[in-house]
């Protein structure tokens, strides 16, 4: 079937630290890539998403490539924020799905120290 | 702009008792979903609509009920709570297409005792 596999968290940085969350998948055809954030007390909202193999999704600093050979699409920051402290989603939307819905990963806990 | 909007944010229930969430977007969008967040889960769908008068079930759809009143509203019935249904209950929206981003409300604490 259609699923999204996530490293546990939580992550625990220093900030300016550089971040690598890891995220593959399993999916048939083509699908969209997306990374979602969540941060407390709050419903998650879109960071970034690649829709083909080798786009790179890139925003506020942190970026994922598309990578169909590795079915992987990890989330990289060179210079992680306190600001950045919160619970990062990978998701994809399988390609001829007319439902259009999200699959989500089990979620990655960041929390960085100043 | 007020997106989606979720009602209410906390809701302590008894084992057994029932209650609708209510949930509304003013995007215009065809496309509506409930999901529940569980510690180490991530977010699992419960059910969706793809239009107006029409719902399917996702997947964990047992012990809910679904209406899409019109366009802009989605509500999720619990008839008869358990213990087990205790979590984080989001409602989003999005437009039909592959890839498009999903609008999210701010969730709906549930706790049933």
């Known amino acids: 079937g259609n699923s999204v596999t996530q490293m546990e968290g939580p992550v625990t940085l220093s900030e300016e630290a550089f971040l690598t969350i890891n995220c593959t998948y399993t999916?048939?055809?083509?699908?969209?890539l997306f990374w979602y954030v969540q941060y407390p007390g709050e419903g998650l909202q879109l960071l970034l998403k690649?829709?083909?193999?080798?786009d790179k999704g890139s925003n506020k600093g942190f970026e994922a490539t598309y990578r169909k050979e590795t079915t992987s699409f990890h989330l990289e920051k060179g210079s992680v924020q306190v600001s950045d402290s919160a619970v990062y989603f990978c998701?994809?939307?399988?390609?001829?799905?007319?439902?259009?819905?999200?699959?989500f990963g089990s979620g990655t806990r960041l929390l960085v120290r100043p | 702009n007020a997106g989606v909007t979720q009602t209410p944010k906390f809701q302590v229930l008894k084992t057994g008792q029932s209650m609708t969430l209510q949930c509304a977007q003013d995007?215009?969008?065809?496309?509506m979903y409930w999901y529940r967040q569980d510690p180490g889960m991530g977010l699992r769908l419960i059910y969706y609509?793809?239009?107006?008068?029409?719902?399917d079930k996702g997947e964990v759809p047992n012990g809910y009920n679904v209406s899409r009143l019109n366009k802009r509203e989605f509500s999720l019935r619990l008839e008869s709570a358990a213990p087990s249904q205790t979590s984080v209950y989001f409602c989003?929206?999005?437009?039909?297409?592959?890839?498009?981003?999903?609008?999210f409300g701010q969730g709906t604490r549930l706790t049933v005792v």
């Open positions: 989003a929206s999005s437009v039909e297409e592959l890839n498009t981003e999903a609008f």
């Open positions: 999916a048939t055809g083509y699908p969209s």
């Open positions: 690649a829709t083909k193999a080798d």
């Open positions: 998701a994809l939307i399988r390609s001829g799905d007319s439902s259009y819905k999200l699959i």
């Open positions: 995007m215009n969008h065809n496309s």
């Open positions: 609509s793809a239009s107006e008068g029409t719902t």
